[in-house]
C-alpha cells in the first residue's frame, strides 16, 4: 500500500502492484479486469518501464504508475494530479539487468520474435542461428524469464524456452535497441515514389548485403500509408554510400533528400533479412524475389519510434505479428 495526501488533504491510498513489463496488450487486459470490479481502489501499477503506446492507454484511462528504471510517475486521484516526464533518461540504467536488447542480444530477441511459430526455444539453436556464444544467449533467456516475457521447462540439457508475451518483448527491445550508427541522405530521381522501388534491384549488381528498412518495410509488410513513404535500407557497412548513390542515379545531400541509407558496426540488422514476398494489395511497380528486406519483428522496431503516421503502420505490423501468434 501507498498513501500519498496533498496539501494536508484527503489521505489517497494506492493499492500497489508489481509488473515487471508491461505490454499495452496485457493493459488492455488489466482493463477488462478492473472494470469488471464492482469495487475499485486506486492502483499504483509499478513497473519497470513503460512503452509510450502502453503510457498513453493508461493515463487515459486514469490508472496511476511509475518506472523503476526511468523514475517517470503518473500519480492520479481525486484532488491529486501528479504527472513526470522523461526528457533524457538515457543514462539511468537498470543496475540489475545488464544484458540489454542492442546490437547482438538485440538480435537474440529478434530470433526470438521471429520464431513465434516456434514452440519450443533452446539455447544451443538460438546460440547458432544469431551465431554468438550459448553464455550470451542463456544471459538474456534468464533476465527475460525473470521479467516473464519467456516460461520455461524441464531441466540441464532438456530445458527449453517458450515466448510467453511477444507484445513486452516487442517493447523491451524497441526502448532498447541502438539506433543507426550512420544515416546518410540521398536524392534519387525518379516520377513518384513508388518508382524508387524500381531502382533497389540495382544494389545487387555491387554485391553487397542491403535490405528494405524502418517504415518502408513496416508499411510493405503491413500496408497502411496511401502513399508511398521515403525509403530507408539497412546496407553494409563496410561499403561507401556513394558507390551505392551513383549505383542508384543519385547523389548524397544535405537537404531534399527522399532516401536513406543506415549502417551501423556488425551489420546486426543484416542478418535475419529475407527476400520480399508481396501479399495483398500492393502499389510496387516489381515483383517478387528482388527485394530484401528486413524481419518484421524489426520492421516493428525501427517504425514504432518514427515520426508522423510511423506509429499507426507499426501497430498494424504489431497486431499482425500478435495475431499470427495467437
Request: net charge positive; glycine share 8%; with cysteine.
Amino acid at each position: 500500500m501507498l498513501s500519498i495526501s496533498a496539501n494536508g488533504g484527503k489521505e489517497e491510498i494506492f493499492r500497489v502492484r508489481y509488473l515487471p513489463v508491461l505490454s499495452k496488450e496485457s493493459a488492455e487486459g488489466l482493463l477488462r479486469d478492473f472494470k469488471a470490479e464492482t469495487k475499485r481502489e486506486s492502483v499504483l501499477l509499478a513497473v519497470q518501464k513503460l512503452a509510450p503506446n502502453t503510457r498513453r492507454l493508461l493515463s487515459a484511462k486514469g490508472f496511476s504508475w511509475i518506472e523503476s528504471e526511468t523514475g517517470v510517475c503518473h500519480f492520479v486521484a481525486p484532488g491529486i494530479l501528479v504527472d513526470t516526464i522523461a526528457k533524457d533518461v538515457g543514462h539511468l540504467a537498470d543496475s540489475a539487468t545488464r544484458a540489454k536488447l542492442i546490437d547482438r542480444s538485440g538480435l537474440i530477441a529478434e530470433i526470438i520474435l521471429a520464431s513465434l511459430r516456434t514452440a519450443e526455444l533452446r539455447l544451443a539453436a538460438v546460440a547458432q542461428r544469431a551465431d554468438v556464444s550459448i553464455g550470451l544467449v542463456s544471459r538474456i533467456f534468464a533476465r527475460l524469464s525473470g521479467l516473464n516475457i519467456l516460461t520455461y521447462e524441464g531441466s540441464g540439457p532438456n530445458r527449453f524456452w517458450r515466448l510467453r508475451d511477444p507484445g513486452a518483448l516487442l517493447d523491451l527491445w524497441s526502448t532498447e535497441e541502438r539506433r543507426p550508427q550512420r544515416i546518410t541522405n540521398l536524392y534519387l530521381w525518379s516520377r513518384s515514389p513508388a518508382d524508387l522501388f524500381g531502382k533497389l534491384p540495382q544494389l545487387h549488381e555491387l554485391k553487397i548485403q542491403w535490405a528494405v528498412a524502418g517504415l518502408s518495410a513496416a508499411n510493405l509488410y503491413a500496408p497502411t500509408l496511401t502513399t508511398t513513404p521515403d525509403f530507408t535500407i539497412w546496407a553494409d557497412s563496410s561499403q561507401p554510400v556513394a558507390k551505392m548513390a551513383s549505383s542508384l542515379g543519385g547523389e548524397i545531400v544535405e537537404k531534399g533528400a527522399n532516401f536513406q541509407v543506415w549502417q551501423s558496426a556488425g551489420d546486426f540488422p543484416l542478418h535475419e533479412t529475407t527476400v520480399w514476398s508481396p501479399k495483398g494489395k500492393h502499389n510496387i511497380p516489381i515483383g517478387p524475389g528482388l527485394l530484401n528486406i528486413v524481419s518484421e519483428p524489426r520492421a516493428y522496431v525501427e517504425a514504432v519510434s518514427g515520426s508522423g503516421r510511423a506509429s499507426e503502420v507499426a501497430q498494424n505490423l504489431r497486431e499482425r505479428m500478435l495475431k499470427s501468434h495467437g
